[in-house]
């Protein structure tokens, strides 16, 4: 098999078996890795037991005597859904390019919707790079925008809902001044022809933009460009910025952030045209996805499919982030 040039068809036709295989081949380049202590050629084993776990392949760590397989410590760890469906849902998600909905999934891997919702959560948190990120350099595009969440039928539309988080004191007051900042902002950054970076921001204000342009940008070795917000005003003190005034026009020679302006379309697209709605406090995750599949967008389906199967190791713990909207009409 070869591992890197897979074909959706070849996925599909996998048998669980041969799912783990991959993943072992993926997970572990170097041979089989006890997940708890790190330690390496551990006991291979058969299970002979008649239980509901129906996995053959086990491991057994030479030094600290746990036993483990291939998907422990991963997003698939405890789940009850074959390896095969978890494959192909990676695939068309790694391979769609504005996103995959749960409900579709539901449709057509033959799941339920809650599992598919949940599935495609794992597999966000699959997508999220962790570690060390390298610095962007070189021209490099910032831009922020709104995502403004559409809201379920039946329950209170999204200002009115905002007006009453304000009267709760849940949320601060809006400043005349800047009033979209109770809408949910996306602060993004990408360097031209190379990765993207974006983040959730309370608001777009300097003090809280300055200091995550300071963590993703080698101010050394950089030039800046953005539109005429004000929050950009005092970086020039910083690096090398210029302002692109989108009142006057949108490209000056090579100054402009149509870059940026690309990637927050086609992330619009995604959040409301395949997601339709989103809670602010997923939005994060969402942005995880898009930002994977973006900055891998010079590579075949079959690689960006190998690369998420790399680094599926993370659990995600949680079950339910955000407190339902109480339904008014219930
Ligand atoms: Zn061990």
């Known amino acids: ?30 041979g089989p890795r006890c997940p708890k202590c790190g330690a390496t050629e551990p006991y291979r084993m058969t299970r002979k037991s008649q239980t509901k776990n129906t996995v053959q392949k086990l491991y057994k760590c030479r030094a600290c005597h746990k036993q483990f397989t291939a998907t422990v410590g991963t997003i698939f760890e405890d789940s009850h859904i074959p390896l095969s469906r978890w494959f192909a849902a990676i695939y068309l998600m790694c391979a769609s390019k504005k996103g995959m909905s749960a409900h579709q999934l539901h449709r057509e891997l033959d799941i339920t919707y809650k599992s598919a919702w949940f599935m495609c959560h794992r ?46 004191g849940l949320r601060p007051a809006p400043d005349k001044k800047a009033p979209y900042q109770d809408n949910p902002t996306v602060f993004g950054i990408l360097e031209r022809g190379g990765k993207a970076r974006t983040v959730k921001v309370p608001a777009a204000t300097g003090p809280v933009l300055r200091p ?3 963590k993703m940008i080698d101010m050394k070795n950089a030039r800046l460009m953005t539109d005429g917000h004000p929050a950009y005003r005092q970086i020039k003190h910083y690096l090398p910025h ?22 927050w379309s086609l992330l619009k697209r995604g959040v409301y045209g395949v997601f339709h709605h989103l809670s602010e406090g997923y939005l994060p995750s969402y942005l995880n996805e898009f930002e994977f599949r973006f900055n891998r967008r010079k590579i075949q389906d079959a690689e960006r499919f190998a690369a998420l199967v790399r680094q599926t190791q993370g659990r995600v713990l949680w079950y339910c982030q ?9």
């Open 1 to 30: 098999m070869t591992t890197q040039q897979v074909s959706f068809q070849e996925v599909l036709r996998w048998t669980d078996e041969q799912c783990r295989e991959f993943l072992e081949a993926m997970r572990w380049p170097d």
């Open 123 to 168: 597999i966000r948190e699959a997508m999220r790079d962790k570690g060390e990120l390298p610095l962007l350099t070189g021209t490099i595009e910032a831009d922020e925008t709104y995502i403004h969440p559409r809201t379920r039928r039946g329950h209170k539309v999204w200002h009115e809902r905002v007006q009453d988080e304000i009267e709760m």
């Open 212 to 214: 995550i342009m300071g």
């Open 242 to 263: 210029e302002v692109i005034d989108h009142e006057v026009e949108y490209v000056r020679g090579d100054v402009h952030i149509q870059g940026i302006e690309n990637y």
């Open 322 to 330: 955000t407190a339902q909207p109480e339904n008014p009409y219930a």
